[in-house]
């Protein structure tokens, strides 16, 4: 089963939604078994997607996606998602309100295999807590060469003239330049999560992190000035 559609098209069920001025779309029958279907009635999986022209999705997370294009596929019975940039960069924000962007960005968002990969040059706005009682203070980096996240690990790596920027409660803003960055995240507690009413495409364990640790290495320089 093969669609397509054009012009203003939305497309959702119970577990995605998603809109874009294009969309081809591959269903195949779910396996015997995994639900049972009306009467005359056939269910079906998507088991690949191919999105173009102001893509937004809203993900099961919570977290949205924003894009020129956005690429779906089956391997092994594991999804991966490549979102590309047009004019802007393909941009992920999850409820935390962190952002990911990059011209590329590829997503495994299955739970054992909790990934995301940005190929080239991005940036990225991410919160960290120094304490459990004091707010939230942003943490900024960009690259040139790529990010590898591991949502099952708990970090976050980066590579390539990395400049970092972070904030703190006092307004002082410091910034450092760096060869390579480690970053070590934490789960937010699902009660700091706001309650989504949809369920949509999943970009699985990174939607529910924020930074716990970040460590700079190679020729690092660093300055501080107040905001």
Sequence with gaps: HTIVADGNVHAFDTNQQLRA??????????????????PDEQELNVESMYASSAVHALLKSGSTADSDALRMTTVDGHHQVELTGGAAPATLTNPQHSTLSGQVIHISPDED??????????????????????PAQPVDLAWSGGLIGSG????????????????????????????????????????????????????????????????????????????
């Design 21 to 38: 001025g294009h969309l081809e779309a591959v269903l195949v029958p779910k396996p015997p078994g995994a639900t049972t279907p009306k």
């Design 113 to 134: 295999q909790a990934a995301v990969v940005v190929a080239g040059p991005g940036t990225a706005r991410m919160t960290r807590k120094a304490s459990a009682t004091q």
């Design 152 to 227: 099952a690990a708990n970090t976050v790596d980066v590579h390539g003239d990395i400049t970092g920027r972070t904030i703190d409660s006092q307004s002082d803003v410091d910034t450092v330049t760096c060869d390579t960055a480690h970053v070590d995240l934490m789960d937010v507690k699902p009660s700091d999560k706001p309650k989504s009413t949809t369920q949509p495409l999943d970009t699985g364990q990174f939607s529910n992190k924020q930074v716990k640790g970040l460590t700079l290495k190679g020729d690092a320089k660093d300055r501080v000035h107040a905001r």
